[in-house]
Nanobody
Framework: VQLQASGGGLVQPGGSLRLSCAASGSIFRINVMGWYRQAPGKQRESVAIIISGGSTNYADSVKGRFTISRDNAKNTVYLQMDNLKPEDTAVYYC?????????????????WGQGTQVTVSS
């Protein structure tokens, strides 16, 4: 299963960006979709996740500013980021966990996207 992320860029503090991540391949079911980020010199951290039933979980640092959503028909997860702050600057990675079809049998997978740079600066 391959993931293609897009939507990063340079934005001023207080601005907005929307990230997208589309999964492709012989997908049988997606259970969890999420966004992570890694700033220079720091460990990768969870930003937001959404499970198949629609429940979401956010890092405290982004609550009230970021919104995660998914389009099950398109196997795509989105991250709407509003009121961005300089400390949100990082490479953002999408992650998908689910089942794919291999030789007519469902097999578990976990895939990472290639990362997209988000820079918040005036």
């Amino acid at each position: 299963v391959q993931l293609q992320a897009s939507g990063g860029g340079l934005v001023q503090p207080g601005g907005s960006l929307r990230l997208s991540c589309a999964a492709s391949g012989s997908i049988f079911r997606i259970n969890v979709m999420g966004w992570y980020r890694q700033a220079p010199g720091k460990q990768r951290e969870s930003v937001a996740i959404i499970i198949s039933g629609g429940s979401t979980n956010y890092a405290d640092s982004v609550k009230g500013r970021f919104t995660i959503s998914r389009d099950n028909a398109k196997n795509t997860v989105y991250l709407q980021m509003d009121n961005l702050k300089p400390e949100d600057t990082a490479v953002y990675y999408c992650n998908v966990i689910g089942l794919y079809i291999n030789s007519s049998r469902p097999m578990a997978f976990g895939s990472w996207g290639q990362g997209t740079q988000v820079t918040v600066s005036s």
